[in-house]
């Protein structure tokens, strides 16, 4: 497995145009998050963010509540996690053109994957890499996701670009078959600073008390994040891409 990350310029001193796939509002921290953060630091790229669904389902469980979202429509979580999703484009410094809202209900990622490509392929015509979940996603949206991203990259042939796949631990985990296309990204302490300031913005998710509790416990903890990069050529060979 690499142990080093290494970006890949392919377009000398020039931008490189990055696209990420957001499943909901908070999977950009917890996707790639840390690597992002890189990203933006390096000054010379283009980062474009897709938020796929509203997550408006995110109170459907029975987790224990806060009081107040008793009274919550799922309208209004969605507009919530909405915002939040804005509000954390604007934390990164982002410019706000540059983050694409789908709307797509929460939890019905599946329906919607073929409209995702027609509004995802004029959106990608001039990327060079693409950010999204690993496909064999325990989450429907995720795996939608997924769907909806490489679906589009295939139906627009970008055989020259970077094909950049994340994992969330808790929706499965990468496969022995593509080691070689996967390394190990470590963070700082510093960072790892940023990304629990981060959290803070998803102040939905500090309403269900289990996942505020795993969300921190694994901003605390954490220092090793893993990825996988991909070709094009890649594409249905392998377990996870």
């Known amino acids: 497995m690499k142990d080093t990350y290494k970006p890949r310029k392919n377009k000398g001193l020039m931008n490189m145009k990055?696209?990420?796939?957001?499943?909901?509002?908070?999977?950009?921290?917890?996707?790639?998050?840390?690597i992002l953060l890189e990203w933006i630091e390096e000054?010379?790229?283009?980062?474009?963010?897709?938020?796929?669904?509203d997550g408006r389902a995110c109170y459907r469980g029975g987790d224990v509540y806060a009081p107040e979202v008793k009274d919550y429509t799922e309208d209004d979580v969605a507009r919530m996690r909405i915002e939040e999703a804005r509000k954390a484009i604007s934390f990164l410094g982002l410019p706000e053109e540059n983050h694409y809202l789908f709307y797509f209900h929460d939890a019905d990622g599946s329906k919607y994957v073929a409209k995702g490509i027609e509004k995802a392929k004029p959106l990608l015509r001039d990327v060079d890499r693409l950010v999204c979940p690993s496909k064999n996603n325990r989450h429907m949206d995720h795996q939608a996701t997924h769907d909806i991203a490489v679906g589009a990259a295939r139906e627009l042939e970008l055989k020259d670009i970077e094909y950049f796949i994340y994992f969330i631990p808790s929706y499965g985990q990468f496969h022995?078959?593509?080691?070689e296309k996967q390394f190990e990204y470590t963070i700082s302490e510093e960072k790892a600073k940023v990304l629990m300031?981060?959290?803070?913005?998803y102040q939905s998710q500090a309403k269900i008390k289990y996942t505020w509790k795993m969300y921190t416990r694994f901003l605390k903890n954490i220092r090793t994040w893993k990825y996988a990069i991909f070709k094009y050529n890649d594409m249905g060979k392998y377990y996870n891409f």
């Open 197 to 201: 300031n981060w959290l803070q913005i």
């Open 18 to 34: 990055i696209m990420v796939f957001e499943p909901h509002p908070d999977d950009l921290l917890f996707g790639p998050g840390p």
């Open 176 to 179: 022995e078959d593509s080691k």
């Open 43 to 53: 000054k010379r790229n283009d980062i474009h963010v897709i938020t796929v669904t």
